[in-house]
């Protein structure tokens, strides 16, 4: 079946570290990735998204590379902020079927000054 | 900018109660959906509606939900008679287009909690 495995949170980190997330998904066909974050108080948003292998989303300097050999899709940043604290999902849409989003868990990720 | 808005944010019902969680998706979108996350659990994908039908439901989308697009703005779950285990986040959202072009926006979730 279809699943994503991302890695437990809280991840707490201090201004302007890297950020890495892990995700790894189980699937058949090529899926479609994502990374969806939500802030406090908020719904989920797409963050960013890769349809094929090799593909890289990019969006507000968050990155994520459709890695098809290692079934991956970590998401990084080079320099996280105050206002990048949020919960971050990964999801799949599988090839067939695709009105439908498998996500993960979630990943807290907490930023301190 | 356009956005899915939910009512109630949060409701609190005892077990066997009816219960309707209301969503008002964006208003050109065409596809509507229903997901949940019960706490410390996975997001789980309920229902997809398009063309005023169900087009996808997952095996949790039993005879006790239904939904509904009473008026062609609003998008409602109807949970018929509630057990301890609905208690959950409940999100809707809604697209322009199927996933794979298109972008799913989400609302902000209404909690339901059964006692």
């Known amino acids: 079946g279809n699943s994503v495995t991302q890695m437990e949170g809280p991840v707490t980190l201090s201004e302007e570290a890297f950020l890495t997330i892990n995700c790894t998904y189980t699937?058949?066909?090529?899926?479609?990735l994502f990374w969806y974050v939500q802030y406090p108080g908020e719904g989920l948003q797409l963050l960013l998204k890769a349809t094929k292998a090799d593909d890289k989303g990019s969006n507000k300097g968050f990155e994520a590379t459709y890695r098809k050999e290692t079934t991956s899709f970590h998401l990084e940043k080079g320099s996280v902020q105050v206002s990048d604290s949020a919960v971050y999902f990964c999801a799949l849409s599988p090839n067939t079927g695709f009105q439908k989003l498998v996500f993960g868990t979630g990943t807290r990720l907490l930023v301190s000054p | 900018e356009p956005e899915v808005t939910q009512t109630p944010s949060h409701q609190v019902t005892q077990m066997g109660q009816e219960v309707i969680l209301r969503c008002v998706p964006i208003?050109?979108?065409?596809?509507f959906y229903w997901y949940r996350q019960i706490l410390g659990q996975k997001v789980e994908f309920l229902v997809s509606f398009y063309n005023n039908e169900i087009s996808e439901k997952s095996e949790i989308f039993d005879d006790q939900f239904s939904v509904e697009r009473p008026d062609g703005s609003n998008f409602t779950l109807k949970i018929r008679s509630t057990k301890l285990e609905d208690s959950a986040m409940y999100f809707c959202a809604s697209s322009e287009a199927l996933i794979k072009s298109g972008e799913l926006f989400f609302g902000e979730g209404s909690r339901l909690t059964v006692l």
């Open positions: 208003s050109n979108h065409l596809y």
């Open positions: 699937a058949t066909g090529y899926p479609s």
